[in-house]
């Protein structure tokens, strides 16, 4: 069981960044996965970026590869994707989201049993 918490959102303009993080609740984060995904109006909700448990093995979606850093600190149950370079098209509600399913293949939200509230992110042109 581990309940999440996205924070650092907000408005910024095209070219800034931003740090996304990710409370976790548990003692036991270390054996949960870790993702972000993205919500915008009127889309589906898409992958962003993934962490395997100990932080060995990262995802990306392409569109971000190069420009967001995901990352996790265990000992504080926190964690984090840190945004540079934002676009306009990267405006959405960011999700983190946790998973224990023992798998390599981190890029799907349907292996996550747990989601935060989200945090909107909006970059302007």
């Known amino acids: 069981q581990v309940q999440l918490v996205e924070s650092g959102g907000g408005l910024v303009q095209a070219g800034d960044s931003l740090r996304l993080s990710c409370a976790a609740s548990?003692?036991?984060?270390?054996?949960?996965?870790m993702g972000w995904f993205r919500q915008a109006p009127g889309k589906e909700r898409e992958f962003v970026a993934a962490?395997?448990?100990?932080?060995?093995?990262?995802s990306y979606e392409d569109s971000v590869r190069g420009r967001f850093t995901i990352s996790r600190d265990n000992a504080k149950n926190m964690g984090y994707l840190q945004m540079n370079s934002l676009k306009p098209e990267d405006t959405a509600v960011y999700y983190c989201?946790?998973?224990?399913?023992?798998?390599?293949?981190?890029?799907?939200?349907?292996?996550?049993?747990?989601w935060g509230q989200g945090t909107q992110v909006t970059v302007s042109s």
């Open positions: 989201a946790a998973t224990q399913v023992p798998t390599t293949i981190l890029t799907s939200q349907r292996i996550y049993n747990y």
């Open positions: 962490i395997s448990r100990s932080g060995g093995s990262i």
């Open positions: 548990g003692r036991t984060f270390s054996t949960y996965a």
